[in-house]
T-cell receptor, first 111, second 112 residues
Framework: AAGVIQSPRHLIKEKRETATLKCYPIPRHDTVYWYQQGPGQDPQFLISFYEKMQSDKGSIPDRFSAQQFSDYHSELNMSSLELGDSALYFC??????????FGDGTRLSIL | KNEVEQSPQNLTAQEGEFITINCSYSVGISALHWLQQHPGGGIVSLFMLSSGKKKHGRLIATINIQEKHSSLHITASHPRDSAVYICAVGSYSGGGADGLTFGKGTHLIIQP
């Protein structure tokens, strides 16, 4: 069965650069969630979208923005990257009221 | 903000043992999730509960809404069950697509 696809799997950036992470949900899933997991930390919720509209907002920094497109894929845009942004970024998708299915994550390293 | 507490943090057991992992949370939730995370980082959803009990193979999850408590049980544990088990809760956000608040996880090792 198709799973949640995230790209890229690994990304290396330098401080003050920008990055874009992409998430392709499971077909027919209308809801996307973004999470950030720092080294040795539990995941933190960033933001979610339902039917292309922002639904819930967590601890997403103002330097980050996200959107969900008409084909339901989502992108997380990160600017003015800092060392502390180094983390594993998970995307999850679901149908309304159903369990979230997680992608394998994008590992972002800031040098 | 919901506080999610899991216990134990670390658990080592012998193959075949019955395993229980506990989770408590501080405020009302829309649903509670049990997740499994392997060393490579991937997260797999095991259960989503809002009441009662669910069973899937050797895994059983229960929730007591009044006591704000859930348990994950593994029967006849096997070394392949070794992973981090995470309790996560969704709180009513109004928008519906509730982001999860995660517990710190239970690191389970099953020895042959």
């Amino acid at each position: 069965a198709a799973g949640v696809i995230q790209s890229p799997r690994h990304l290396i950036k330098e401080k003050r650069e920008t990055a874009t992470l992409k998430c392709y949900p499971i077909p027919r899933h209308d809801t996307v969630y973004w999470y950030q997991q720092g080294p040795g930390q539990d995941p933190q919720f960033l933001i979610s979208f339902y039917e292309k509209m922002q639904s819930d907002k967590g601890s997403i920094p103002d330097r980050f923005s996200a959107q969900q497109f008409s084909d339901y894929h989502s992108e997380l845009n990160m600017s003015s990257l800092e060392l502390g942004d180094s983390a594993l970024y998970f995307c999850a998708s679901s149908s309304w009221g159903e369990p979230q299915h997680f992608g394998d994550g994008t590992r972002l390293s800031i040098l | 903000k919901n506080e999610v507490e899991q216990s134990p943090q670390n658990l080592t057991a012998q193959e075949g043992e019955f395993i229980t992992i506990n989770c408590s949370y501080s405020v009302g939730i829309s649903a509670l999730h049990w997740l499994q995370q392997h060393p490579g980082g991937g997260i797999v959803s095991l259960f989503m509960l809002s009441s009662g009990k669910k069973k899937h193979g050797r895994l059983i999850a229960t929730i007591n809404i009044q006591e704000k408590h859930s348990s994950l049980h593994i029967t006849a544990s096997h070394p392949r069950d070794s992973a981090v088990y995470i309790c996560a809760v969704g709180s009513y956000s109004g928008g519906g697509a509730d982001g999860l608040t995660f517990g710190k996880g239970t690191h389970l090792i099953i020895q042959p």
